[in-house]
Every structure is written in structure tokens, then in C-alpha cells.
């Protein structure tokens, strides 16, 4: 049912409870979805997003009840990915009298997606389009996180920024005021760690731009999840933080076993980094959520890798994560890689290259176990746990 979020502004998304996996499998969504779009009804009408091809019946029914469809002006599309988009095909055919809206790469991508014909009018950076008694702003936010992604802002300082700012967390209320602040922290959190860290000095330099362009913000309204209202700001701070990948004083250890060596390694060298009064915590990689994973990394001060040698290389789960914090682009971490070996031995070798391709200083040199880890090797490998805590704290 549509939403009056401000007065003539109506959310008309969707709520997806059951969603567990996004961008295909690439993501996990324990706490489901929303699409969230919203309708402007003025002299002129005008509707900005849509919902993901599967709710589009949803959508446009709950559209139809809430507005006659031959009055909307304008769609516009902040994003051309198929979870804002999916509803169009259907949607340009109800609505006759309705002009598209996009970036100049939303209509790159829109035509790449759809194949369609439709007549696209783009926009760029400080365009306006007057509705009557509200005012839209375009603002492009490449990279935020496509090339295409587009803010809207309304002259009452509304901002709808398509996917950043958002969750993927299904709630009973829309708002930010009226959700459990745990859940949304770890949500927002978990988002832009794997969505939008690779884009970090791109998010930086938006928000610069946006607070030089003095716009009032009165309410950040994003594409998934809840809706800022009190404290809208909150998220943008927070962004700023996350993207500056400032470390915190807290180390994460990552391991994979098939007999558990690497394992016991991995608990000697917590017992290390508690020693010096550290806070970590250990992963098992191979079953523990990816996802979960890179959101306890984006801020950690250090990062810990073990694996036993297989196959001349690493087990795939550690492998994968070693790829995740290449291609995330995470920042300002201690390192230190360990794991036990039966012949050939290159695990240590392996992930050291790994780790300096992250750009990540080796604050102790690996330890490598050939076959169970003697008592010889756990000393080293408590004696590692103390010299990343140590680092840690250093730095
Ligand atoms: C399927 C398999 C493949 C292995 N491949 C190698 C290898 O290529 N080179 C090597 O040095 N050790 C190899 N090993 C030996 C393991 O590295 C060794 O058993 C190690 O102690 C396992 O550590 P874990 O107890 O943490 O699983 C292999 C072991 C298994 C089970
Ligand atoms: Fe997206
Ligand atoms: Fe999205």
C-alpha cells in the first residue's frame, strides 16, 4: 500500500521478506529486502524508480490505486540496474503520456538491458525539473554504484539516491526511527562493504560535492530498506567514516582446515593477540557467510590468513576471501598469513604474495607447520598473535 512519506510524496515499493540472496548468489540477505520507489504527485506527476520484474504486478496494481496511470509526466530512473528497473516494460506501455528520464549512461544501460525503443530525455548534474510546488535536482553519482546511478533531490530537501545509503533489510515500518539501530547498523554496514567499497574515493568526493552544493536534506530516501528521516545526516557521516577505512584497533582471523592443524594455529594465535588485550575474532572461512566475512573486515586493523597446503595452492575458501580483499579494495590493514603443509608447502608463500598484492604491510613473518603443528610451532605462532596486536596498537 502506498506510503505519504511528505506531503504529496508517496512511497510505492515493495517489501521482499523472503529474499536470501542477491546480485544472483554473490550476496546473502538474511533479513530480506525492499524496493522502494516513490510517487510525486503536483501540477505535474512524476514517478521515480521501479521494482525488481517479479513485484512488478504488485507494483503497478498498488500504482494504479494510488494514482491514474495516463497522469504520470515523467519516470525517471536513478538506476537502470533490473531491481529499480524491472517494472518499466510493462510500465511504459500504461503510461502513454509519460517521458523518461535517466542519465546520459542510463540510456547506455537501459538500451544494453532492454533492447527497447523508448524515447529516453537525459539529464546531467544540477538539471531541474520544475513539478509546481516542488522543484527536482539531477545530480549523476557515477560509480555510486554503476556508471549510470543518478540522485534525485527535491526542493524540500528530500533526497532519493537510488542505492546508496540503503539496506537490504525487510521491515514492518519504513522509517529509521521505527527499526531495531542493531540491525540497521549491521545492514548498512554489511551493504557498503560489499557494494559500495570499491568505490570509496568516489563516495568521499560525492559527499563533498553534495555538502558544497548547500542543498537542504531534510530526508535521504534510498532504493532498499529504511528511509531516513530522523537524523538523515547519520548515514552520510557514516559513509564518510566507512570510506575513509580508518582502522580500528581489533584484528580478524581467516582460516580454512581439513584435519584441523591450521585450526588449532589459528586459536594459538588469538590466544596471542589477547595477550596484549586485542579484541578478534576468528572465521572458519569455509563455513562462515562471505558476506558476513566482508563486513567484519572493512574496518578491522589487521588480517590473519591460514591455510593448509592442497593441492600446491590454497583451500578455495581462503583463496576467495584473499580475492575479496583485492577486489574490494580494502584499505590499511596489518597482515600475517600461516598454515601447515605435508610436502610441497606453499601455502604461507601463497598468501603473502596474496597480501601484498592488497597492499597490506606483514607485520611477522608466516608460520608454517608441516603436518600437525608442534609445540615449537604454536609458540611461534602465539608470538605472531603478539606482534600483530602489537602492530595494531602501534599504528
Ligand atoms: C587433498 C589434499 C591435498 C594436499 N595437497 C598438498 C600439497 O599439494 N602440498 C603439500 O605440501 N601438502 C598437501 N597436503 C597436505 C596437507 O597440507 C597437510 O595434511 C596439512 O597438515 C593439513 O592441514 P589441516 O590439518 O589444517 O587440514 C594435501 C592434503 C590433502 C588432504
Ligand atoms: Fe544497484
Ligand atoms: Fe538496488
Partial sequence: MAIEVAKDLFWVGVVDWSLRHFHGHELSTHRGSTYNCFLIKDEKTALVDTVWAPFAGQYIQQLKAAVDLARIDYIIVNHAEPDHSGALPELVRLCPNAQLICSTRGADSLAGLYHADWKLQTVKTGQRLPLG????TFIEAPMLHWPDSMFTHLSDGILLPNDAFGQHYATAFRFNDQVDQEELHCEALKYYANILAPFSAQV?????E???????VSMILPSHGVMWRQDPLQIV???????SQRPQKRATILYDTMWEGTRRMA?????GLADEQLPYKAYHTAVTDRNDVIADLLLTGAVIVGSPTQNRGLMPSVASVLEDLLRLGFKNKQAAA????????ECVKLIEERLAACKFPLAAPGVRAKWMPTDQDLVACRELGRKLALAVQAG
Fill in 133 to 136: 510546488r516542488r522543484q527536482l
Fill in 204 to 208: 568521499l568526493s560525492k559527499i563533498d
Fill in 210 to 216: 553534495l555538502l558544497k552544493l548547500n542543498l537542504p
Fill in 237 to 243: 557521516r557514516k559513509y564518510q567514516e566507512w570510506a
Fill in 267 to 271: 586459536d594459538v594465535i588469538g590466544e
Fill in 338 to 345: 600461516f598454515g601447515t603443509y605435508g610436502w610441497s608447502g
